[in-house]
């Protein structure tokens, strides 16, 4: 079974650019989503996707945004970077559940904005 | 009022000592209780997952939920230097909600 990967391990960009962070699901997962953690903090939601469709959104600006493809893959899209933005991304899969489910995280984007 | 809050230590203890890792939260609706283990640079490992209030055994750890005073508990017996981490206790409305964090606490086992 392959857990969650993600690419790039490490970006550096500056203030203005674009960004497009990847995820690959873990096999058979179907649901994606994604944290933002901010040093010394705890990763905080920016959104999931289930069926390569949104399926809830967390307090980010729309400049945030992702694709889920038909093979359950993802992407996260930050435009206009904002010093703030420099942060671990973290992607998560599971299996979508109307109980708890478990959520089963990537290594990380280390995005730094200069 | 954060929804969930969580005591960033650092919290250094040594090894062999019983550990107990604590976070409280402010809304009922959460009834699923994850408690993730973040070593550094990495992304977080998925330690322990509780349903509603009781008692949860795996191993060395013990999850906690007391849904009353709204408590979340993990509990490490015979904590060793591996023990070293982040743990993040991580709350769930149901499922497929998002997880809400707490900003973890920073433990050192010392050998």
């Given at each position: 079974?392959?857990?969650?990967t993600?690419?790039?391990?490490?970006?550096?960009?500056?203030?203005g650019?674009q960004?497009?962070?990847?995820c690959?699901?873990?096999?058979?997962?179907n649901?994606v989503s994604?944290?933002?953690?901010?040093?010394?903090q705890?990763?905080?939601?920016?959104?999931?996707?289930?069926?390569?469709e949104e399926n809830g959104?967390?307090?980010f600006?729309p400049?945030?945004?992702?694709?889920?493809?038909?093979?359950?893959s993802s992407?996260l899209?930050?435009?206009a970077?904002e010093?703030?933005?420099?942060?671990?991304y973290?992607?998560?899969s599971s299996?979508?559940?109307?109980?708890?489910?478990?959520?089963?995280?990537?290594?990380?984007t280390?995005?730094?904005v200069? | 009022q954060?929804?969930?809050?969580?005591d960033p230590?650092?919290?250094?203890?040594?090894?062999?000592?019983?550990?107990?890792?604590?976070?409280t939260y402010?809304?009922?609706?959460?009834q699923?209780?994850?408690?993730y283990?973040?070593?550094?640079?990495?992304g977080?490992?998925?330690?322990?997952?509780?349903y509603?209030?009781?008692?949860k055994?795996?191993?060395r750890?013990?999850a906690?939920?007391?849904?009353?005073?709204k408590?979340?508990?993990?509990?490490?017996?015979d904590?060793?230097?591996?023990?070293?981490?982040?743990y993040?206790c991580?709350p769930?409305?149901?499922?497929?909600t998002p997880l809400?964090?707490g900003k973890g606490?920073?433990?050192s086992v010392?050998?």
């Amino acid at each position: 079974e392959t857990g969650v990967t993600q690419s790039p391990t490490h970006l550096i960009k500056t203030r203005g650019q674009q960004v497009t962070l990847r995820c690959s699901s873990q096999s058979g997962h179907n649901t994606v989503s994604w944290y933002q953690q901010a040093l010394g903090q705890g990763p905080q939601f920016i959104f999931q996707y289930y069926r390569e469709e949104e399926n809830g959104r967390g307090n980010f600006p729309p400049r945030f945004s992702g694709l889920q493809f038909p093979n359950y893959s993802s992407e996260l899209n930050v435009n206009a970077l904002e010093l703030d933005d420099s942060a671990l991304y973290l992607c998560a899969s599971s299996l979508p559940s109307p109980v708890g489910n478990e959520q089963f995280f990537g290594p990380g984007t280390r995005l730094t904005v200069l | 009022q954060k929804e969930v809050e969580q005591d960033p230590g650092p919290l250094s203890v040594p090894e062999g000592a019983i550990v107990s890792l604590n976070c409280t939260y402010s809304n009922s609706a959460f009834q699923y209780f994850m408690w993730y283990r973040q070593y550094s640079r990495k992304g977080p490992e998925l330690l322990m997952y509780t349903y509603s209030s009781g008692n949860k055994e795996d191993g060395r750890f013990t999850a906690q939920v007391d849904k009353s005073s709204k408590y979340i508990s993990l509990f490490i017996r015979d904590s060793q230097p591996s023990d070293s981490a982040t743990y993040l206790c991580a709350p769930q409305r149901s499922g497929n909600t998002p997880l809400v964090f707490g900003k973890g606490t920073r433990l050192s086992v010392i050998a």
